[in-house]
């Protein structure tokens, strides 16, 4: 009954019982023994045993400098509970250093806020409506299945659909076009639309004029890319261009789906900022099924602050290290006190950070104690000092945002946990009680967070 997956799961979550119930899936807590690495040995050992000699240890380190002590997580199950809450919290009251988590999208979120006012774009359902689909960046079939849905929805009623993308994808494959521009191109191919739809008057003046900022300066910038230029460097026909323009210029409701890809590239926020100006200058924002989508998370406003409870910092400002710069934060000769500890969870560095020889010598350091909270034997693991079984998205409470539809999900434990796997939260909320944390919010349980 849910109202965007009409009951049909995508195709990664179509295998998470398999991952659930995996032969190789951790279920005890383990503690390294012998060396790091690849070829790294472990033994079981209770959750007592393992919990007190990791308090003891952070305790140590924090007792000389908190900061030394940095917490690794991104996305994980994409859930706010077993996300960035107790953890949160835990973190927090030992006034460790913070992370800033720009792994994934944080430039074209920054140019959404930029160029849109936040990250808000065109609902979802909407695009089965439109007669214009730009599909941007975005193998919808691989990695969108439930918006694919709609665009084929969009297509039986007339719709024609354009893939932008430099890969012949599935995607592609059932569209009515296939631009394939070179990697990191983008925004020359928008302002060379852009050009086309200012040279040929497709534009909205009256949008133009009572709802964007800039224009002139964008009308000037935009001029000085004609499709002649934008092809030598898109690796395009000047005639594909032309005909895109006139298509978006010429038709309404005409959408764009864009996605992530495009805006990791060098210059990849402006590439977004460039692409979110096209439904300004045709008013396409004027029709629902009009403008574009790249990210709705901006419609969920949660408490952050009440799950996460900064003010357990107090006057305490720690330091902020960059996530995707790991391997330089690792590194002996680091321009900054050095990280003595890490405790990872939703996430495997080892595997996902950039400059991944960097990143494992890192890790690799003796004198680094390292904490994983994991499904499986990842890269990370390998370099971890305690493995705790962590449960998966079937054996737990969680809430999900959404950064496609608009609604806020509940999730709700299906399964008991497996073996001896404990939630996020749980394993926060025990390492705080050993390591003598009285605050009440610690005493939390899943369901009241």
Not at 394 to 412: F, I, M, P
Request: aromatic share 8%; proline share 5%; with cysteine.
């Amino acid at each position: 009954n849910h109202p965007h997956t009409a009951g049909v799961l995508c195709t990664k979550v179509s295998r998470y019982t398999e991952r659930t119930y995996h032969p190789d899936r951790l279920l005890q807590p383990q503690r390294r023994v012998g060396p790091k690495g690849p070829n790294a040995r472990f033994e079981p050992i209770s959750w007592d045993e393992a919990l007190e000699d990791i308090a003891r240890r952070l305790g140590d380190i924090a007792a000389v400098d908190p900061e030394a002590i940095l917490p690794y997580s991104y996305a994980g199950t994409m859930g706010q509970v077993q996300g960035e809450s107790m953890a949160a919290r835990f973190f927090h009251r030992l006034g460790a250093s913070r992370l800033d988590r720009t792994i994934c999208a944080s430039a074209g979120a920054e140019a959404l806020v930029h160029t849109v006012g936040g990250k808000l774009g065109m609902k979802m359902e909407w695009f089965a409506e439109a007669k214009l689909i730009l599909i941007w960046g975005s193998n919808s079939i691989g990695s969108n299945l439930h918006f694919w849905r709609l665009a084929q929805q969009a297509k039986r009623h007339g719709a024609r659909l354009v893939c932008i993308d430099p890969r012949r994808t599935e995607t592609a494959d059932k569209c009515d076009e296939h631009l394939a521009l070179r990697p990191g191109t983008d925004a020359a191919l928008a302002l060379a639309l852009m050009h086309e739809l200012i040279v040929h008057d497709w534009l909205d003046h009256d949008y133009l004029a009572q709802h964007t900022l800039g224009w002139a300066e964008l009308k000037a910038r935009a001029l000085t890319w004609p499709p002649e230029r934008a092809a030598d460097v898109c690796g395009l026909d000047v005639q594909a261009i032309q005909r895109l323009a006139r298509d978006y210029g010429t038709t309404q409701p005409a959408a764009i789906r864009l996605n992530y890809g495009v805006q990791r590239a060098r210059g990849g926020g402006n590439a977004v900022r460039a692409i979110a100006c096209l439904p300004a200058l045709t008013g396409a924002w004027r029709h629902r099924a009009g403008g574009m989508l790249l990210s709705n998370s901006g419609h969920q406003r949660f408490n952050t602050a009440a799950l996460q409870r900064p003010d357990l910092l107090g006057s305490h400002r720690p330091r902020v290290l960059n996530m995707s710069t790991i391997g330089d934060h690792l590194a002996p000769d680091a321009p900054h006190a050095p990280v003595r500890a890490l405790v990872v969870y939703n996430s495997n560095p080892v595997a996902v950070a950039p400059d991944s020889a960097r990143v494992v010598a890192g890790f690799a350091r003796e004198d680094l104690f390292t904490v994983v909270l994991e499904h499986f034997r990842t890269d990370t693991a390998d370099y971890a000092d305690y493995l705790l079984p962590a449960t998966t998205q079937l054996e737990h409470w969680d809430v999900h945002g959404t950064y496609g539809h608009t609604d806020v999900v509940l999730n709700k434990p299906a399964i008991a946990p497996r073996g001896e796997a404990r939630t996020n939260t749980d394993i926060f909320r025990s390492l705080a009680r050993h390591m003598g944390f009285e605050e009440a919010c610690f005493a939390d349980d899943d369901e009241s967070l």
